[in-house]
T-cell receptor, first 113, second 110 residues
Framework: SQQGEEDPQALSIQEGENATMNCSYK?????LQWYRQNSGRGLVHLILIRSNEREKHSGRLRVTLDTSKKSSSLLITASRAADTASYFCATDASLVAGNMLTFGGGTRLMVKP | SQTIHQWPATLVQPVGSPLSLECTVEGTSNPNLYWYRQAAGRGLQLLFY??????ISSEVPQNLSASRPQDRQFILSSKKLLLSDSGFYLC?????????FGSGTRLTVV
């Protein structure tokens, strides 16, 4: 079953606008990650935020984490047409060895030029 | 550097035919390996994962199987494909918290 659920499922904005995607999860986590997937390609890691962090930045990306609400948001500022992709949040579940991620259903972002 | 290779990129197979998708990782030892399936416009469904050679765990009962004959090789197989096996298959590996994905295989069963 999916641990993370993204909201909205689809988002269409104009180039230059900000895009905000949200993720909710159900159980305690060690970290939460965001991945990007271009159409027909594999996922690419964007950013990781640990459970003891509340906010993290990477370039035009800003991620927040609220463990009390079990939610995270990904903000892309000054969006570009090249940001058009699907964005997935992923949370970990402990394994005997390794870190297993559970992915949400994703948000499909379209940035219109 | 660490890389992951997945092939083929696309595959069209008739119902009832066998399947073999291969994934190899370079530049790391003893990675955790994963096979995911993604339906069109949907999220990722974990099919199999492996923490070592010959160690396979299945998440979803189905007519697919996985094997790990070598440390950095992960194979997804089926003896007889079903129409419902169509989808986008992704291989991934990790050694820490971050996953690295292959480029995916688009499988169409006709």
């Amino acid at each position: 079953s999916q641990q993370g659920e993204e909201d909205p499922q689809a988002l269409s904005i104009q180039e230059g606008e900000n895009a905000t995607m949200n993720c909710s999860y159900k159980t305690s986590i060690n970290n939460l990650q965001w991945y990007r997937q271009n159409s027909g390609r594999g996922l690419v890691h964007l950013i990781l935020i640990r459970s003891n962090e509340r906010e993290k930045h990477s370039g035009r990306l800003r991620v927040t984490l609220d463990t009390s609400k079990k939610s995270s948001s990904l903000l892309i500022t000054a969006s570009r047409a090249a940001d058009t992709a699907s964005y997935f949040c992923a949370t970990d579940a402990s394994l005997v060895a390794g870190n297993m991620l559970t992915f949400g259903g994703g948000t499909r972002l379209m940035v219109k030029p | 550097s660490q890389t992951i290779h997945q092939w083929p990129a696309t595959l069209v197979q008739p119902v009832g035919s066998p399947l073999s998708l291969e994934c190899t990782v370079e530049g790391t030892s003893n990675p955790n390996l994963y096979w995911y399936r993604q339906a069109a416009g949907r999220g990722l469904q974990l099919l199999f994962y492996s923490v070592g050679i010959g160690q396979i765990s299945s998440e979803v009962p189905q007519n697919l199987s996985a094997s790990r004959p070598q440390d950095r090789q992960f194979i997804l197989s089926s003896k007889k494909l079903l129409l419902s096996d169509s989808g986008f298959y992704l291989c991934a590996w990790n050694y820490g918290p971050v996953y690295t994905f292959g480029s995916g295989t688009r499988l169409t069963v006709v």
